[in-house]
């Protein structure tokens, strides 16, 4: 539970230079970021808290996979991208500088190389195989354009993981646990997504899928049927009922790829197998655009007034508008009772006008308002409007516990 008045969320009206898409727009105004400079954010205490939302939900799937987190550098040598020669293929989006002592660095784009140094020196037998590791980490990547807020940052956080295997079918299930994985973690995001085989581009390798979502801030370009509601990448008919199909943009959220021996043949990741001949080490890795993930949601659920938060990933249960300061007590007493089944509310005890109090609630978007007011005053009865379908409702605090508790499924 927080009080608004305490709380470090600076909302307004103002709609931040330069901004196009709905989502850098309404994250800007809802208080959730900070930006000093194209690509740059700070991520504010409400736009934290949704960032971590989203990655307890990848934590939780991953480990449900199987796969362990581990947490690798930031700081990179740069002889081993030398080694995949990923130093040039990357140049324009690495960042690199020498230190003092004289050493080449830079700040790790994504972590290929490292990850393979690490099974290359720990990884000696078929005994050890399969695993899968993640990390959640900032990347840094010099993008030439970067912009839509979290949607392409120069520094932004990304969720990657990498199986090892010791043969082509234990990748393939390590592949297919971790698409699963991907499946759950969107669909409880709250996203509308689809998978669609995709070119490997600079990752290299032969089969991968990337995830998308359907937005008009998209980058990717795709043709969908409205008949029978397919994607495909090229344009024309439909292949499965021949329709016409409709042009349209779509937002990269994850990337899965089977990498096979690209990194671990060049860097000489090796293990001795059963019968005790030499082979090399078998990787997929599979990335998800956690920071990006922000954006796609807000940009998928958000109206004129502002963001819809899916309740999987919403800052707070509810916001609590207290219009009469001799109702705080009661609006507590409420959030504490919340508080018992896990429901953090976020109470609105702002010296404001109503109508700032309301739009507000709007902006920042919790899935549920509830008002202490008028009729609490007369009636003890809550108002409840839900965020996504403005149903307003009613109700006494028992019956406002139990629709809440049913809502939220606690
Ligand atoms: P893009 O084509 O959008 O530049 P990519 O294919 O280079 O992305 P990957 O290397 O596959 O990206 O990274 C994994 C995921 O990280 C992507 O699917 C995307 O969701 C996210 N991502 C990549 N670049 C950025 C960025 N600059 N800002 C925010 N998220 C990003
Ligand atoms: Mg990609």
Not at 203 to 219: K, R, W, Y
């Amino acid at each position: 539970m927080d009080f608004f008045s305490k709380s470090f969320i600076p909302t307004t009206k103002e709609t931040p230079k330069g901004a196009e898409a709905k989502s850098h727009i309404l994250s800007v105004r809802a208080g959730m970021l900070f930006t000093p400079s194209a690509g740059i954010y700070s991520y504010l205490p409400l736009g934290y808290k949704v960032l971590r939302r989203i990655e307890n939900i990848i934590r939780e799937r991953m480990n449900l996979a199987g796969a362990q987190e581990i947490f690798m550098s930031a700081l990179q040598p740069l002889e081993i991208w030398q080694v995949t020669g990923r130093d040039q293929t990357l140049a324009d989006v690495m960042i690199k500088f020498k230190d003092r002592r004289g050493r080449n660095l830079c700040l790790g784009p994504t972590h290929e190389e490292m990850i393979t140094e690490i099974a290359k020196k720990y990884v000696s037998s078929y005994k050890q195989l399969p695993f899968t590791l993640y990390q959640i980490q900032t990347k840094f990547r010099d993008e030439l354009r970067p912009r839509h807020g979290l949607m392409r940052g120069c520094e932004f956080m990304m969720k990657d993981a990498y199986s090892f295997d010791a043969d082509q079918d234990g990748l393939d299930k390590s592949y297919d646990i971790m698409f699963n994985a991907y499946n759950d973690i969107f669909s409880e995001c709250g996203l509308d997504f689809i998978s669609t085989s995709a070119d490997s581009g600079a990752m290299g390798g032969s089969v991968s899928h990337e995830f998308m979502v359907c937005a008009e801030i998209g980058e990717d370009v795709m043709f969908r049927c409205l008949d029978c509601n397919s994607y495909l990448r090229q344009p024309g008919t439909c292949s499965s009922c021949g329709a016409k199909l409709e042009e349209c943009r779509m937002i990269e959220v994850g990337h899965v790829f089977k990498l096979g021996t690209k990194y671990s043949s060049l860097q000489g990741a090796v293990f001795l197998d059963a019968k005790g001949v030499q082979q090399t080490l078998i990787m997929g890795c599979y990335g998800i655009g956690v920071s990006r993930l922000v954006s796609a949601i807000i940009e998928t659920n958000c109206d004129d007034s502002g963001i819809i938060w899916p309740k999987s990933v919403a800052p707070y249960a509810a916001t609590v508008v207290v219009l009469d300061d001799s109702l705080i007590p009661q609006a507590t007493a409420l959030a504490l009772e919340l508080k018992k089944y896990g429901l953090d509310v976020l109470i609105d005890d702002r010296k404001e006008s109503a109508g700032r109090k309301f739009n507000d609630a709007l902006l920042i978007g919790n899935p549920y308002t509830l008002v202490f007011g008028k009729s609490f005053k007369n009636s003890e009865k809550i108002e409840l409007e839900d965020r996504r379908t403005k149903e307003k409702m009613s109700l006494s605090q028992e019956e406002l516990l139990n629709f809440l508790k049913k809502s939220y499924n606690v």
